[in-house]
């Protein structure tokens, strides 16, 4: 959904940061809402969350650790913060 899903939907409430790595598009084009850093961030979290499956060193507490991480870095842009919501509410109650 970071790096594929086009919508014309903003949700953002602040406004985009200067800098490419933080840029994102604010209006109602369609277009990509997750600037390039939540698409480069994004990888590494889905890695992670797969990987736990599969590798037992893997503890809770890292994934709550990264999750709250996420969450706080989520919060530069509205939109990324409504996409990993369901994320967050699952892992939450696990």
């Given at each position: 959904?970071?790096?594929?899903?086009?919508?014309?939907?903003?949700?953002?409430?602040?406004?985009?940061?200067n800098g490419y790595w933080l840029k994102h598009v604010i209006g109602n084009t369609k277009s990509?809402?997750?600037?390039?850093?939540?698409?480069?961030?994004?990888?590494?979290?889905?890695?992670?969350?797969?990987?736990?499956?599969?590798?037992?060193?893997?503890?809770?507490?890292?994934?709550?650790g990264v999750l709250i991480i996420a969450f706080f870095l989520s919060l530069l842009n509205t939109n990324a913060t409504v996409y990993l919501l369901p994320i967050f509410l699952i892992e939450y109650n696990r």
């Open positions: 959904m970071f790096r594929h899903f086009q919508t014309s939907i903003d949700f953002g409430i602040a406004a985009s940061p990509l809402r997750i600037c390039p850093f939540g698409q480069v961030a994004i990888l590494p979290l889905i890695t992670l969350l797969l990987a736990r499956n599969f590798v037992s060193s893997i503890t809770p507490h890292i994934i709550h």
